[in-house]
């Protein structure tokens, strides 16, 4: 089993009637900053030697709010000056 790692930049697509999310780039590091407007998913993907076969493997990944982290970004300032 090997393991892969990327970073999606999710945008939701505000042409279509509710929420559409769609990928507008992709990432093997973790960027400083999401794409304008988008949100960042880690995605690990484990996948078996055995699906690199003319097959096309698909999956399906639910991702529940409750793994949903929001970084905060903070700005320390000498509070003796």
């Not at 009637?17 to 993907?45: L, M, Y």
Request: charged fraction near 25%; aromatic fraction near 4%.
């Amino acid at each position: 089993m090997s393991e892969v790692t990327t970073y999606l930049h999710l945008r939701d697509n505000r042409r279509s009637w509710g929420f559409n999310p769609i990928v507008v780039k992709h990432s093997n590091t973790k960027p400083d900053e999401p794409a304008p407007g988008c949100v960042v998913v880690k995605v690990r993907i484990r996948i078996p030697r055995e699906a690199f076969e003319p097959l096309q493997p698909e999956a399906v990944i639910d991702v529940p709010l409750d793994l949903i982290q929001r970084p905060i970004a903070v700005t320390a300032e000498d509070a003796t000056s």
